[in-house]
């Protein structure tokens, strides 16, 4: 049983990993946030070569975020909001070594080989889909507040749009920024 444990925390750390979006932003510290009342959006229209409806999902849920915070006002907007997606495939290769003793020394017996020069590879392809947000100030037309929003998908399954909205908040949830925060 104790030899399971680190095994064990192991799965529970990595499994962890893939559940929790990994976000990232970055913003203009001489823009005063607090002056934004309403947004409009740079593209209603789908862009070329992008699912539509994976866009109208993540339009949609952008949309209910910002609306818990700021009125959608295309005609007077202060700020303007776009959005892309993206998706990386990688190779993810894991060398745990080879397999030790209680001792230190690999055991020899371990797997019914000579056990020197073995070592326990993980190779596993992985999927990394992203969100990307981006504001603008629409009397300057200048950037304002970027943020990035990624995790571990399934590519050959469709996100669920509570999948979405957990992206989409997570990254929302760092904007307007704190002052001297990056």
């Not at 290769?93 to 000579?114: C, H, K, L, Q, T």
Request: glycine share 8%; net charge neutral; aromatic share 12%.
């Amino acid at each position: 049983m104790a030899k399971l444990l680190p095994i064990a925390g192991a799965i529970l750390f990595i499994s962890g990993c893939t559940t929790t979006p990994n976000v990232k932003t970055d913003y203009d510290p001489a823009v005063n946030f607090s002056q934004y009342r309403t947004y409009g959006w740079v593209y209603t229209a789908t862009p070329s070569g992008m699912n539509p409806l994976s866009f109208q999902r993540i339009k949609d849920s952008i949309d209910r975020s910002l609306k818990t915070r700021y009125t959608e006002d295309a005609a007077n907007a202060d700020f303007a909001v776009d959005f892309t997606i993206g998706r990386k495939d990688s190779v993810e290769v894991n060398d745990m070594g080879p397999p030790v003793g209680p001792y230190g020394f690999a055991r020899p017996w371990a797997w019914g080989g000579a056990g020197w020069g073995w070592s326990n590879v993980d190779v596993r392809n992985v999927t990394e889909g992203t969100v990307v947000i981006d504001f603008y100030d629409v009397k300057t037309k200048k950037p304002i507040w970027h943020g990035i929003v990624s995790k571990e998908v399934d590519p050959n399954r469709t996100p669920t749009q509570e999948e979405i909205d957990t992206a989409v908040a997570a990254v929302l949830a760092k904007f307007p920024p704190v002052p001297g925060s990056k």
